[in-house]
C-alpha cells in the first residue's frame, strides 16, 4: 500500500470495468458492469464520463462518481452533477482521499462549465463535505412509511399467488404516463428522463394518479406521484395503492420527499414524519441558489435498484 503515490484520473471507458470489483469490497454488492455504464452515460451531452478514480498502481482503491442532471427553475434549464457511488477502498481510508476524490470531481465540472455539485451524503461523507469542502446544507427529506400487511400476512400472500400461478398484481395499472412536479415553479427541481424512470421501476395509474414505484424485497418504494387535487382524492388513491400493494403480498409503501412540496402537505396529516437524507450542495460558478432544491426520492440515485 503506497498512499503517497496515489494517482488520481478521470473515469473513461477504461476504468469503468475495475468499479464493480471496488463496489463489491465497499458495499458487499455485486453488480454487473453495466449497472455503471448506464448509471454515468452522459453522451448526449458530449463527454461520457465525469467522475474520479484514485489508482495505487493499478488497482482502483477509491471513487466518486458524477451523474449529469439536468435542473429547472422558473422555466430555466441547467445542468448539474450529482455524486454518486462515492468509494474508497478499507485499507485507504483515513488518509483524506475521498476529500481529493470530490475535489478534482469539482474542477471536472468547472472545466466543462457545470455549476453546480450536489448530493445526499451519509454520515461519514457529510463530515468531510460540510467541514473540510465547505459545502453547503440544504433541506432535510423527510420519510413517510406506509403499511400494508404484517410480515406473516405478507408471506401468506405471496405462496398463495405463487400456488395458484397469479400474475403480476400491478400488470393491470400499469401506464405510460409520469406523475407531474409536485413543486412550485419557484424552486428548483431536477428534470426526470423517460428512459431513467424506466430503468429504474415502473408507472402506474390508480384513482386517476400516476406513481413512479419500484419493488426490492417486500417493500414497495415509491418514488413520486401524481399531486392529487385534495386530501380525499390523495387517501383514495394511496388506499387503492395499498390495496395493489397486499395483493403483490408486500409489507409497507415508503415515500421521501424534500419540504415544501404540495404532496408533503397530504402525508404529513396522513402518516408519521420520520427523518432521513440532507440535501448538501456546492455551488461552482454562477449557478442557482440550492437552498431552493427540491426533490423526491425518485430523484435521487438512492432509489436505485
Known sequence: MNKSGIRLVRLTLEEVSDLPILYEQVFGRKVDVNYFLEKYNAARLGNVFYGCCAYDGSLLVGYTGVRIRELSWCGETRLSGESVDSMVHVEYRGNNLYRNLIEACQKILVSEGIPTFWGVPNEGSGHVLFNHVKWKRGVELHRYMVPVQ????????????????????????????????????????????????????????????????????????????????????????????????????????????????????????????????????????????????????????????
Open 150 to 305: 404484517s410480515r406473516f400476512l405478507s408471506l401468506l400472500m405471496r405462496l398463495l399467488n405463487r400456488s395458484i400461478r397469479k400474475g403480476d398484481a400491478f400488470m393491470l395499472f400499469r401506464t405510460d404516463k409520469q406523475p407531474t412536479p409536485s413543486f412550485d415553479q419557484d424552486q428548483v427541481i431536477t428534470l426526470k428522463r423517460e428512459e431513467r424512470v424506466a430503468r429504474k421501476g415502473f408507472l402506474l395509474e390508480l384513482e386517476g394518479l400516476c406513481f413512479w414505484v419500484r419493488v426490492h424485497r417486500s417493500v414497495l418504494y415509491l418514488g413520486d406521484m401524481d399531486t392529487p387535487d385534495s386530501l380525499e382524492h390523495f387517501k383514495k388513491g394511496m388506499a387503492t395503492l395499498q390495496g395493489v400493494a397486499k395483493k403483490a403480498g408486500l409489507t409497507e409503501i415508503i415515500f421521501q420527499t424534500a419540504p415544501g412540496s404540495r404532496l408533503e402537505t397530504l402525508f404529513n396529516p396522513c402518516y408519521p414524519i420520520y427523518p432521513s437524507w440532507t440535501l448538501a450542495y456546492q455551488n461552482l460558478g454562477d449557478a442557482w441558489d440550492l437552498d431552493h432544491l427540491r426533490l423526491t426520492w425518485g430523484d435521487l440515485d438512492t432509489f436505485e435498484p
